[in-house]
């Protein structure tokens, strides 16, 4: 099995920067997608940024020119850097892993964007 804890979240201005950090234990070989997704009191959890092993990046319109999602296999962990951070960027942010075709799922960091 998989655990994944995300930090970072907070507070920030419109037009500010965050950078989340996932740091993954456990079994942790052969992570394949890391990714990123995020979710506001009744909507569904929509992805924000994805990577796979061999660098391959997908990202949401929402996000594009502004995210910046990157990985470091070494120390299983994974990265959001969002820059010009927006009021609807507001959200709790989840970190996802799978392996084997099997999800994991972290327990959320809250990302609030207000003055």
């Known amino acids: 099995q998989v655990q994944l804890v995300e930090s970072g979240g907070g507070l920030v201005q419109p037009g500010g920067s965050l950078r989340l950090s996932c740091a993954a234990s456990?079994?942790?070989?052969?992570?394949?997608?890391m990714a990123w997704y995020r979710q506001t009191p009744g909507n569904q959890r929509e992805l924000v940024a994805s990577t796979v092993r061999g660098g391959s990046t997908t990202y949401g319109d929402s996000v594009k020119g502004r995210f910046s999602i990157s990985r470091d296999d070494a120390k299983n962990m994974v990265y959001l850097q969002m820059n010009s951070l927006k009021p609807d960027d507001t959200a709790v942010y989840y970190c996802f892993a799978d392996q084997w075709n099997r999800d994991y799922w972290g327990q959320g960091t809250q990302v609030t964007v207000s003055s």
């Open positions: 456990g079994n942790v070989i052969l992570l394949y997608t």
